[in-house]
């Protein structure tokens, strides 16, 4: 079995180095190791994206639930980010919601859908029986890219370092 501690204290003077270099440290491996911690940090923030992406197709799923309501919609312009669609109230009002409906795959121009709403702001609209588990995989993909872009980019800073290490020597 794996024990954390030892692991913990093994990785723990790699990551201060990583972060905060040596005392003994020249110009040239503070920059590579700032340009190191450029690339993590963007991965970081790639990553972060995803997350408040299926966050906020979550919070706008519990909104639609709080108050919602059932139209059948018409699809006008299908697109596989967006797809702008046309439906009417029970109130015998039709609306065009700006930024289309969620979670559009696999619709297509004139189909006739079921739509889900919220009543208080029709502006937000998803497809019936559709959630938020439909944007777990692109932004987990999104994410997982991210860090082989991340990984790659390491690879490649470690080896210019270390011939440009060479060319010093």
């Not at 994206?49 to 139209?71: C, K, P, T, Y």
Request: hydrophobic share 50%.
């Amino acid at each position: 079995m794996i024990d954390a501690k030892a692991l913990w204290d093994r990785a723990r003077p790699q990551l201060a180095a990583f972060f905060f270099g040596t005392h003994d440290e020249d110009r040239t491996a503070k920059v590579f190791r700032r340009i190191r911690i450029g690339i993590v940090v963007l991965a970081c923030l790639v990553t972060l994206q995803s997350i408040l992406l299926v966050f906020g197709a979550w919070r706008n799923d519990r909104q639609i639930e709080r108050h919602m309501g059932v139209a059948e919609a018409t699809v006008l312009d299908a697109g596989p980010r967006r797809s702008t669609i046309e439906f009417v109230t029970p109130d015998r009002i039709t609306y065009r919601p700006e930024l289309g409906v969620l979670y559009p795959s696999e619709l297509e121009n004139g189909m006739r859908i079921y739509v889900e709403y919220d009543v208080n702001n029709p502006d937000l609209v998803r497809v019936q029986h559709r959630n938020a588990s439909l944007a777990i995989i692109p932004a987990g993909s999104i994410a997982v890219v991210a860090w082989l872009i991340a990984a790659a980019a390491l690879g490649a800073t470690v080896l210019i370092e270390r011939r440009t290490r060479r060319v010093e020597v």
